[in-house]
């Protein structure tokens, strides 16, 4: 089993930035990806970006290069740094951490509101 715990959403203005930080425990696999997911209001669930060593990193096709992760294998962590956010990005993000097959941990979500 594993438990993930998110921290440091909030809110800011449009154009801000934010970090999002989430710390697992129990076992893990690095070869796993580990991520961020998020749900907006009225929206479904949407992948924000994951990373893993055999997949690297991937990104929602909104990002546009204004998000990054990383992961920290040994502290097993993983953060998002989070810039030039627009109100469309308001939203719960969750931390995720994926087995196959379709198993997932999901963190208790951290909100995260831009105001314009």
């Known amino acids: 089993q594993v438990q993930l715990v998110e921290s440091g959403g909030g809110l800011v203005q449009a154009g801000g930035s934010l970090r999002l930080s989430c710390i697992a425990s129990g076992r893990m696999f690095d070869f796993r990806p580990m991520g961020w997911y998020r749900q907006g209001p009225g929206k479904p669930r949407e992948l924000v970006a994951t990373v893993s060593t055999i997949d690297g990193t991937k990104y929602g096709d909104f990002v546009r290069g204004r998000f990054a992760i990383s992961r920290d294998y040994d502290k097993k962590t993983v953060s998002l740094q989070m810039n030039s956010l627009a109100p469309d990005d308001t939203a719960v993000y969750y931390c995720?951490?994926?087995?196959?097959?379709?198993?997932?941990?999901w963190g208790q979500g951290t909100q995260v509101t831009v105001s314009s």
């Open positions: 995720n951490y994926h087995l196959p097959v379709d198993v997932n941990f």
